[in-house]
């Protein structure tokens, strides 16, 4: 599951991996309509399409319609949304899901920060110390 496809970049390295492990599907979203037709573009000249279920529009609203468990999200979109999002995916997510969040070095992502280094939440997270940031969190419940 990746929120934020913009032109597929980390998208088809999400899909090369499945390809390459033979089982699995990714599922992305993306507001900008441009951006979804660029994706979808760049996915199939790089010959995974048929893996990549892309979700135009509002991820609060798309991702209500994808179905569990899911193994791995990665948080890429708009930072605030982050929180929004990964609760709204949570009963979704198998036990030991890897969730990453992007840019954890960001102001607005701090509510994401809190809530998934709180131990109370179900995660163990860890900081990963990339140019503006990411936060690697396992699902532990």
């Known amino acids: 599951m990746e929120f934020g496809t913009s032109y597929g970049i980390s998208t088809f390295y999400l899909a090369a991996a499945v390809r390459d ?7 992305t979203t993306e507001l900008s309509t441009a951006k979804v037709a660029a994706a979808r573009a760049n996915l199939s ?3 995974v399409a048929a893996l990549v279920d892309v979700l135009p529009g509002d991820a ?3 991702l209500t319609t994808v179905d569990g468990p899911i193994g791995l999200v990665l948080l890429d979109g708009w930072k605030d949304l982050y929180l929004p999002v990964l609760q709204l995916l949570e009963p979704r997510l198998s036990a030991g899901a890897l969730v990453i969040g992007d840019d954890s070095s960001f102001p607005t992502v701090q509510p994401y920060l809190d809530y998934v280094r709180d131990p109370a939440n179900g ?5 990963f110390p990339v140019e503006d940031g990411m936060e690697i969190s396992c699902r532990i419940r």
């Open 21 to 27: 492990n033979g089982t699995g599907r990714v599922v």
């Open 45 to 47: 000249e790089a010959g």
């Open 123 to 127: 995660y163990l997270s860890v900081p």
């Open 60 to 62: 609060l609203q798309t």
